[in-house]
């Protein structure tokens, strides 16, 4: 009776053995499998046989992932203190270099983003820091992604998410934009007046060369002022206009 129990035991103890020599990997993830402690090679997806106790395996997601970047102070080039936060995305694209180069990619990954962000930004005035976010993020995932090429990580993107000012920075900018569109007014105005005397300055050349169209130009004014509801209009009449009309008789 002690041996069936002994082979049933052993049969059970087998069956558990062999079941769990199989293991299924999802089309996204990947297995690394050590054999005493060594690299072996990199199984997966689909249904793959890991020798318990010899083997070891370890389970890599290859999808993209969305790191959030906690804000972080920086100080512009200008000496402005902003907060500024991002997102990156990246995934693992060599999950052997992923478990042996580096203890944990994820957390590796977002304490370099950290550093980076400040860094780049640092390099930076306030004003690119908002006008020109596509070249920083650009920058940005160039510098990541070479510096994670060993660890066999794949940056595709950084994104600047936020740059927050305190009260009195905003009020600063605020006051700068304005003073700005009124010099833009200013100048406008300015070229207006400009280009309406050189108009004027054409008008009383073509006048001065040509008698007849100041004659005409006299009439149509007191044409004119003729409209107006006035009882009396006392109007001059120039002593060279006279000369024309007798000069012709």
């Known amino acids: 009776m002690i041996f069936q129990y002994f082979w049933i035991a052993l049969?059970?103890?087998?069956?558990?053995?062999?079941?769990?020599?199989?293991?299924?990997?999802?089309?996204?993830e990947r297995g690394v499998i050590f054999m005493l402690g060594r690299y072996h090679?990199?199984?997966?997806?689909?249904?793959?046989?890991?020798?318990?106790?010899?083997?070891?395996m370890v389970k890599v997601d290859l999808r993209v992932r969305v790191l959030d970047v906690p804000s972080q102070d920086v100080i512009s080039r200008d000496n402005v203190s902003v907060k500024v936060n991002a997102v990156l995305y990246f995934r693992v694209v060599d999950p052997e270099r992923a478990v042996i180069n580096v203890e944990d990619f994820y957390d590796a990954t977002s304490q370099l983003s950290q550093t980076t962000?400040?860094?780049?930004l640092g390099k930076h005035e306030l004003d690119e820091m908002l006008a020109s976010r596509d070249?920083?993020?650009?920058?940005?995932?160039?510098i990541l992604d070479e510096q994670t090429d060993p660890w066999g990580i794949k940056v595709a993107n950084v994104e600047i998410k936020h740059v927050d000012?305190?009260?009195?920075?905003?009020?600063?900018?605020?006051?700068?934009?304005?003073?700005?569109?009124?010099?833009?007014?200013?100048v406008i105005h300015a070229n207006g007046e400009k280009e309406a005397s050189e108009v004027l300055l054409d008008a009383a050349r073509t006048l001065s060369s040509q008698?007849?169209?100041?004659?005409?130009?006299?009439?149509?004014?007191?044409?004119?002022?003729?409209?107006?509801?006035?009882?009396?209009?006392?109007?001059?009449?120039?002593?060279?206009m006279i000369d024309s009309f007798l000069k012709k008789d």
């Open 117 to 120: 962000l400040r860094s780049v």
């Open 135 to 142: 070249e920083l993020n650009r920058d940005i995932q160039e």
């Open 211 to 240: 008698p007849q169209a100041l004659q005409l130009r006299y009439l149509q004014t007191l044409t004119e002022v003729a409209n107006e509801r006035t009882t009396t209009v006392v109007f001059p009449l120039p002593m060279d």
């Open 165 to 186: 000012l305190d009260e009195d920075m905003v009020r600063v900018i605020a006051r700068q934009a304005e003073a700005e569109r009124v010099r833009r007014a200013k």
């Open 41 to 56: 090679k990199v199984k997966g997806p689909g249904l793959i046989l890991v020798i318990p106790v010899i083997q070891q």
């Open 11 to 28: 049969a059970i103890l087998v069956v558990g053995f062999v079941v769990s020599m199989f293991r299924i990997l999802r089309e996204y």
